[in-house]
């Protein structure tokens, strides 16, 4: 499968030591949108320091006006506030759901932990419909753990 496979490059991002944090963010956005033919917008949100908001990090897709979400509004606001993933089959069936692109059909948001807090989270957008599986939600658990080891 593809995430076995892509699991050792993740791990090689992470523990590289002549790139910065940012850069490391965007190589494993790059990884993953590259490899994953129904991850079409990846990227990373992350607390705006005390403020009760996330601000966008790197990404890879279509731009987004949504740079600043806060806490509770759509998707990744949701997850800054429940720490829990949140898989959306179809986000025209969401009612709090913040449309970044009419092609956009299906998200996933996986929370970034780091000494037992939620700092951020990573979000993928499918044009698919209903693409997510339970194994995306494993391997995305597992990018969150290297993305937090250099966090």
């Known amino acids: 499968m593809i995430f076995e496979e892509l699991k050792p490059q993740v791990e ?5 030591t002549n790139k910065t944090v940012n850069e490391k963010l965007l190589n ?7 490899h994953i033919n129904y991850y079409n917008w990846v990227g990373f949100y992350f607390r705006n320091g005390k403020k009760e908001e996330l601000i966008l990090g790197p990404y890879v897709g279509a731009p987004t006006d949504h740079t600043v979400i806060p806490f509770g509004k759509g998707i990744c606001g949701q997850v800054a506030v429940s720490n829990q993933n949140f898989v959306v089959p179809d986000v ?9 692109s009419i092609t956009v059909k299906a998200e996933i948001v996986i929370p970034i932990f780091v ?3 939620n700092i951020g989270q990573i ?3 499918s044009s698919t419909p209903d693409p997510f599986t339970e194994a995306d939600e ?3 658990e597992f990018v969150c753990e290297q993305a937090a080891t250099f966090l």
């Open 123 to 125: 979000d993928i957008d």
């Open 12 to 16: 090689v991002i992470a523990l590289s």
């Open 92 to 100: 025209t069936a969401q009612d709090n759901y913040i449309a970044c």
């Open 138 to 140: 494993r391997f995305l």
């Open 115 to 117: 000494n037992g807090k």
């Open 28 to 34: 494993i956005c790059e990884l993953l949108e590259k």
